[in-house]
């Protein structure tokens, strides 16, 4: 089967062809601060059940399994499930599923902990952002009492195409605002959370980063096609837009000023990070 005939999950973005480059320039940011946000739970990490929704192609999954009790997993790409289904292997406590995160199959007060990472700003196409609403609900039904939430996104701030903390940004600028209108403002997903009756709502940056260490140093993987199948943002730039940036970017390598870009763009992610964990615990 083709990866475009495949089942996908995201609201503008085909994520089967996206996912088959994407450990190569992706990582896991925000592990050490996932894990200890579960940690902050009475019940020890390796004897909680967690969820991860949106998995991917596993990257979390397959590191916090070794830390659990069981994870499970629901996927909306088929891509993402066979190739999380091979880094794990024949693991007992994984437990993978295609579907929708919006309606899951699990009972009320199943999890201990559930986690999502970088997944909120496919779901929805308004700017009143209503299939967040129904994640959240969706999300408090299926953890338990006291269980807790943690959402890896990213703010607006970090997204800024000009003062950001994402280089190549600059270069797609038109993509880069399209892209920030999908990611709900991290004011206003805690507003939502406090709405819903979450409580314990924390805000924490994650020391880590979000692409593979090349993409920091050497400008010339921005003009990779793989890198950018990676990135979702791509999925709002036409062939023609990708050959200006393209063109854009070979001419500041050229003249060295891209260096001093990317250079104020680590400098602003040493201060505000390259990404935001919102955390939220249903009441006992």
């Known amino acids: 089967m083709k990866s475009t005939d ?6 503008y973005c ?26 902050e739970s009475p019940l ?9 929704g949106g998995f991917g192609t596993g990257a979390y999954i397959d590191q916090i399994r070794h830390h659990t009790k069981d994870i499970y ?14 880094k794990v292997g024949d693991a007992t406590n994984v437990h993978l599923e295609i579907g929708n995160i919006l309606g899951l199959s699990f009972s009320d007060d199943f999890f201990d902990a559930y986690m999502v990472n970088q997944v909120l700003h496919h779901l929805d196409t308004k700017p009143s952002y209503p ?46 605002v399209a892209m920030q209108a999908r990611y709900a403002p991290i004011p206003e997903l805690v507003s939502t959370l406090g709405e819903l009756g979450f409580t314990d709502i924390k805000t924490t940056t994650p020391s880590g980063k979000l692409f593979q260490e090349q993409y920091y140093h050497d400008p010339r993987l921005a003009l990779d096609a793989d890198f950018q199948k990676a990135d979702s943002i791509f999925c709002f730039c036409t062939e023609k837009h990708i050959d200006e940036a393209n063109s854009l970017i070979r001419s500041d390598i050229d003249d060295g000023s891209v260096h001093q870009h990317m250079e104020q763009t ?14 939220a615990r249903k009441p006992l």
């Open 14 to 39: 085909n994520y089967n062809d996206t996912f088959i480059s994407y450990d190569q320039n992706r990582q896991p940011n925000g592990l050490e601060e996932i894990l200890h946000i579960f940690e």
């Open 266 to 279: 680590a400098k602003q992610a040493e201060k505000i990070g390259e990404a935001v964990i919102v955390s």
């Open 73 to 86: 997993g629901v996927e909306g790409s088929e891509q993402g499930y066979e190739e999380t289904q091979q």
């Open 131 to 176: 299939n967040l609403t129904l994640f959240l609900k969706e999300s408090k039904r299926v953890i338990k009492p006291g269980g807790v939430l943690t959402i890896n996104t990213s703010s607006q701030e970090q997204l800024n195409p000009n003062s950001g903390v994402y280089w190549n940004y600059k270069y797609i600028e038109e993509a880069a």
């Open 6 to 11: 495949k089942r996908n999950a995201s609201s």
């Open 44 to 52: 020890p990490v390796e004897e909680q059940v967690v969820m991860e």
